[in-house]
């Protein structure tokens, strides 16, 4: 079974800082997808990143990054200049045959 | 553009009661639909999921059930609610060929008293 963990239940970070989450799965497939979802007070989820398996490249998308590491089965997010609108619940999800497995989440909050 | 509605979006209902949440998709077609539950604003848990009308998994067993009577339509059932039912219910759909990650509804906040 495909399981995803997030280690760091909560988090904070000082506005303009750079903070990074971790994320570790595991799985016997060669080929799948990873994702970081936020989820902000308003709990309405936000894709923030995705990453192919096959691709080495590790994804960014403005100030979110990824550090994939595919043996390590490690996708932790990178959030670089931290913003007060990056306070959410941050997950990480696995995609294999069309489901989604979600990690626990981590609560991150970002302080002036 | 496509777009998904869930309604509605706060609910509170009796012991016992039935419930009948409601998600629809605009701009696409043959659409993945998901159902999932996220209690005390941890995790969420993958409840349903439907590649087509009329076919559905259940990954979860338990008091809830699901139907997709047309192509975008998905609905989440119980006939009689238990207070362990309570929670946060989010709808959500993904590109047939899947891959792409999952665009979610603004989710229905149900009590069970």
């Known amino acids: 079974a495909q399981t995803v963990t997030q280690s760091q239940p909560e988090m904070s970070v000082q506005e303009a800082e750079t903070v990074t989450l971790s994320c570790t799965y595991d799985t016997s497939e060669s080929n799948y997808y990873l994702f970081w979802y936020k989820q902000p007070p308003s709990r309405q989820m936000i894709l923030v990143i995705r990453q192919e398996a096959y691709k080495q490249q590790n994804a960014t998308e403005n100030r979110f990054s990824v550090n994939f590491q595919k043996a390590a089965k490690s996708f932790s997010l990178k959030i670089s200049d931290s913003q007060l609108g990056d306070t959410a619940m941050y997950f990480c999800a696995f995609e294999y045959g069309n489901k989604l497995v979600f990690g626990a989440g981590t609560i991150l909050r970002v302080k002036s | 553009s496509q777009t998904i509605h869930q309604w509605p979006a706060t609910l509170v209902q009796p012991v016992g009661s039935p419930l009948s949440l409601e998600c629809t998709v605009e701009g696409t077609s043959n659409p993945n639909l998901y159902w999932y539950r996220q209690a005390a604003g941890r995790g969420l848990q993958l409840l349903f999921y439907s590649v087509g009308i009329g076919q559905i998994s259940s990954e979860v067993p338990q008091n809830l059930s699901a139907s997709r009577p047309q192509d975008r339509q998905f609905i989440l059932s119980s006939k009689k609610l238990l207070l362990s039912d309570s929670g946060f219910y989010l709808c959500?759909?993904?590109?047939?060929?899947?891959?792409?990650?999952?665009?979610f509804g603004s989710g229905t906040r149900l009590t069970v008293v």
């Open positions: 959500a759909w993904s590109p047939e060929e899947g891959n792409y990650g999952y665009t």
